[in-house]
């Protein structure tokens, strides 16, 4: 079992960046891809993010490429979305979430996760 843990949510003014973290634990030596996710109150979960096992490949989704970087750092178990030019339309709970993979391949539905984080809610004001 993979459990993760998500961090570094708040209330931030437009323009201003935040960095979301998610640490995994349990089983954490297998090959992992990871994404991001968000949902508005009223709205479905949306794809923000994803990031390959290896973190040679990345996605975006149209409305945050340039502005959020998805990373991450194997030997810590953690995987990062840094979230610059921050906009009111960016608030939302975000979720991170992970599956054991063989491939190189990013994922970007909901379905292709198999372990998720409990949310961090991101607030941006105008």
């Known amino acids: 079992q993979v459990q993760l843990v998500e961090s570094g949510g708040g209330l931030v003014p437009a323009g201003g960046s935040l960095r979301l973290s998610c640490a995994a634990s349990g089983r954490t030596m297998s090959r992992f891809a990871a994404g991001w996710f968000r949902q508005a109150p009223g709205k479905e979960r949306e794809f923000v993010a994803s990031i390959s096992w290896s973190g040679q490949a990345t996605a975006y989704v149209d409305s945050v490429k340039g502005r959020f970087t998805i990373s991450r750092e194997n030997a810590k178990n953690t995987v990062f979305l840094q979230m610059n030019s921050l906009k009111p339309e960016d608030t939302a709970v975000y979720y991170c979430?992970?599956?054991?993979?063989?491939?190189?391949?990013?994922?970007?539905?909901?379905?292709?996760?198999?372990?998720w984080g409990q949310g961090t809610q991101v607030t941006v004001s105008s």
């Open positions: 979430a992970a599956r054991v993979t063989y491939s190189t391949s990013t994922y970007s539905q909901p379905g292709d996760f198999n372990y």
